[in-house]
């Protein structure tokens, strides 16, 4: 019954953001089309995060120009291929082991532009092997992703798009799954200083392996109304609404609202800073403890500084509540041991401070340099843990530096060097365990 119930609030939730936000769309004039179209600015939120290297939002349907993608149909075969020595490749175990790791990830996508239309379809296939004194690890991965976008009018872009990702859960060779994330996306320019964005994004993970039955399914609803209030300076609220329900762990089962105001200012021609604010109220469909709720203020902000045509630099504070189980790390190029490990699954829900910063410089044309260090303290409390009721109280941090040659507009080769450290909670000898290492690679990236 508390289940059903949970499920009916969020419903209605749900519901009433999408009506309002149609509503609010729909019943707007086209009142200003002898403007031409606004140029996309990469959407409202791109920059904010920027500088974690793991927590950056893209926008799949941010408007693309002839340059991008020509007047004709293309094909475009890639193709990667990166081999390196990880001084600890059992993050976290007690016992370390020193391993070689490699990748190799060929693919071909197809895109067709035409007229108001552009469609994408991609493949890639990925096998990586991890061989050391102790592991021996082989991973394959078959990623699917397709998109649409649709200029509708001068002011209403519509978009949608499919990934699929079969795989291994990374470091965990022999545990299959199949990760499915379906979005849809609806932009209008209600006025010269208004933009509306509205974004569906459904995820199905299927968990197929003999040890767990992690199977869920996530729904949220978003909505975004940036507002150019100066040239320089663009603020507006935004609303989030989600739903995740697993099918064995209904202690995990949630609804969550979080709404909120982000906004983004120029300083100067090479300076923006953005920031964000809001409340996160997640409920749980079972209680755990005494407790079926998480309330939380969540926020941050940005840098992004130009010196100068070659130096870009950027630093980023988030304080966010983040789930035990992130998908995010299926859509990482490289499932090895890069820019924070998973977080423990044991737990509902973790407080997150991260602060990052990175750094690129275009020596010249061939030539680049670049370098990111992340910085994560996480907790959570004995009553989110649904296996051992322990808490969990840890630092970690992960830092590197990188170099990229261009040959061409088709080829480039990049060499990277990373440390990263994970601090566990000396008074619990249920958290995680420490771990040191150092990853040495280097490969090269072929786009046509």
């Known amino acids: 019954m508390r289940k059903s119930n949970l499920k009916r ?34 959407g409202f939120f791109s920059g904010i995060s920027k500088g974690l290297s793991n927590l950056t939002s893209s926008n799949l349907f941010s408007e693309l120009s002839p340059a991008d993608v020509g007047f004709k149909p293309r094909v475009k075969p890639h193709f990667s291929f990166t081999q390196g020595y990880n001084s600890n490749a059992r993050l976290g175990n007690k016992q370390a082991d020193s391993a070689w790791q490699a990748r190799v990830a060929p693919g071909i996508g197809i895109s067709v532009p035409s007229g108001k239309l552009y469609t994408e ?57 199949v990760l499915e994330t379906a979005t849809t996306q609806v932009k209008h320019r209600i006025g010269p200083k208004l933009t509306a964005s509205l974004t569906d994004t459904l995820q ?27 040239a320089d300076l663009s603020v507006g609220p935004t609303v989030t609404w989600n739903i995740r329900d697993f099918d064995k762990l209904e202690e995990k089962s949630y609804w969550q609202l979080q709404p909120g105001v982000m906004a983004t200012y120029r300083l100067g021609p090479k300076t923006t800073v953005g920031g964000n ?23 941050g902000a940005n840098v992004n500084h130009k010196l100068g045509r070659k130096f870009i630099w950027s630093v980023s504070y988030a304080k966010t509540i983040v789930d035990t189980f992130d998908t995010g790390f299926v859509f990482r190029d490289t499932p090895v041991s890069s820019t924070l490990d998973n977080l423990d ?47 969990n109280d840890e630092k970690a941090m992960e830092s590197g530096v990188n170099y990229v040659y261009r040959f061409n507009r088709y080829i480039t080769f990049d060499v990277l060097y990373s440390f990263g450290r994970r601090f566990s909670a000396e008074s619990n000898p249920r958290t995680r365990n420490d771990y040191t290492f150092h990853k040495v690679s280097g490969g090269v990236n072929i786009a046509i």
């Not at 493949?123 to 699917?144: E, P």
């Open 9 to 42: 609030r969020g419903v209605a939730l749900c519901g009433l953001s999408v009506i309002a936000a149609f509503l609010f769309l729909v019943g707007t004039p086209a009142m200003f089309a002898d403007e031409g179209t606004q140029a996309e600015k990469g």
């Open 204 to 230: 199905f993970f299927g968990d197929k392996s003999q040890s767990r039955q992690n199977d869920f399914v996530d729904n949220g609803v978003s909505l975004q109304l940036p507002y150019d209030a100066t």
């Open 277 to 299: 604010f809001g409340w996160s109220l997640r409920e749980f469909d079972k209680k755990q403890g005494n407790n079926d709720t998480q309330s939380e203020l969540v926020y």
């Open 345 to 391: 699954r044991e737990f509902r829900v973790l407080k997150s401070h991260r602060i990052g910063s990175s750094a690129t410089y275009n020596l010249n044309e061939k030539n680049s340099f670049g370098g990111f260090v992340d910085f994560q303290f996480i907790s959570a409390d004995k009553k989110d843990n649904i296996t051992h009721n322990t808490d």
């Open 121 to 177: 379809v991609d493949y890639t296939y990925g096998f990586s092997t991890t061989q050391g004194r102790k592991t021996h690890a082989n991973i394959n991965t078959h990623n699917i992703n397709a998109l649409a976008r649709y200029d509708l009018s001068e002011d209403t872009l519509i978009g949608v798009g499919n990934n699929i990702q079969l795989s291994e859960v990374p470091g965990e060779p022999g545990e299959p799954f």
